[in-house]
């Protein structure tokens, strides 16, 4: 099987090999064919080290393809079905899990940080959070695997998988904007052009659209942006489009200059979402005094808040409507052998999403 390795945090160079193994499936997994996987900045920020990561791994988290095998336990699945994947699977036991915060559940995340799921020879390869979809094959847990219709094109369902569950997630699930409500969204790639559709989806008045690369502000307003500026024009155009701040701001990047701007962007009593995964080293200064009397709310959005056994059908139904598009936001389509050129071209100015397909 081929599957892409990274043998060292912060080598950009990944090893296609041909001599990989999947282990499993155990009981309670289910095997995966992998037809389509989304490159998603996650994996980039793995890579760097920004995410915690075991090596050598198999990258990749966001995924869609077809049942090979299932392991014992698991009667609800065979092969042949057609699933997306479920890189944050919830245990159904945890604390979390039984206040109903499943999107908080780690105890399979966490696993992929011990179990390996891969094999080249004696060396065992771990799977990006439990999964590794730059690879021919794949195992998950059976809650890892969502069972969609067999119309759904697979890489429609990969990106479901991840980044259009984690931005519209973010603004229906965890903010739960309201219509006529002002929007504006920091950082225009998968997550926040999802995030941007999100808004329109449920009714958003403004919606600004905030990026460094001019070119992402051109798709940004064809998704659904009613307003769009670079960092440096946010301010004055704010004045026009939200003089009071805007209502909800949703930071996709996630570092401390653009949580705060995300801060400074809200209106007093409105809420910044924390969408993207920043650095565990990073840290943002709040005083208590603007906290106060600010009013304003920072709550995280990990995952959309997502169920997703629930939201996949929900967002794939939106889809089949024509009210979400999800083919629009697929830039490039790149074989395994370049999954290292699709992280590379992360952030560049013609991308939205990049997919990895596996004919």
Known sequence: MRAAVLH????????????????????????????????????????????PQPVP??????AAGDVLEVGDGVDDLAPGDRVAVNWLPACGVCTHCRRGEAYLCMT??????????FAAGDLEIFGMAGCGSFAEEMVVPRAGAVKIDDDVPYEVAALVGCGV??????????????????????????VGIAAIQGARLAGAAQIMAVDTV?????????????????????SDLQAEVAPEGFDHSFDVVAVPQTLRTAWTATRRGGQVVVVGAGRAEDQVEFSPFELL??????????????????????????????????EGMISRRLRLDQAGEALAALGSGDVIRQVIVND
Do not use: Q
């Not at 399979?108 to 799921?117: K, L, N, S, T």
């Not at 070119?215 to 946010?234: K, S």
């Not at 920072?298 to 409507?321: E, K, M, N, Q, T």
């Open 165 to 190: 569950t984690t931005g519209v997630g973010a603004v229906i699930n965890t903010a739960r904007v309201r219509p006529g409500d002002s929007v504006v969204v920091i950082g225009c790639g998968g």
């Open 214 to 234: 001019p070119a992402r502000h051109e798709a940004a307003r064809r998704f659904g942006a009613t307003h769009t500026a670079t960092p440096d024009e946010l």
């Open 57 to 62: 791994a198999v990258l990749g988290h966001e």
């Open 293 to 326: 009397f600010e009013g304003k709310t920072i709550v995280p959005s990990l995952y959309g808040s997502a169920d997703p056994h629930r939201d996949f059908p929900r967002l794939l139904a939106l889809w089949r409507a024509g009210r979400l598009d999800i």
């Open 108 to 117: 399979h995340v966490m696993g992929g940080y011990v179990i390996p799921r």
């Open 8 to 51: 060292t945090i912060g080598d950009e160079k990944l090893d296609y090999r041909d001599d990989v193994t999947v282990l499993g499936p155990g009981p309670g997994e289910v095997r995966l064919r992998v037809r389509a996987a989304g490159v998603c900045h996650s994996d980039l920020s793995a890579l760097r080290g920004g995410l």
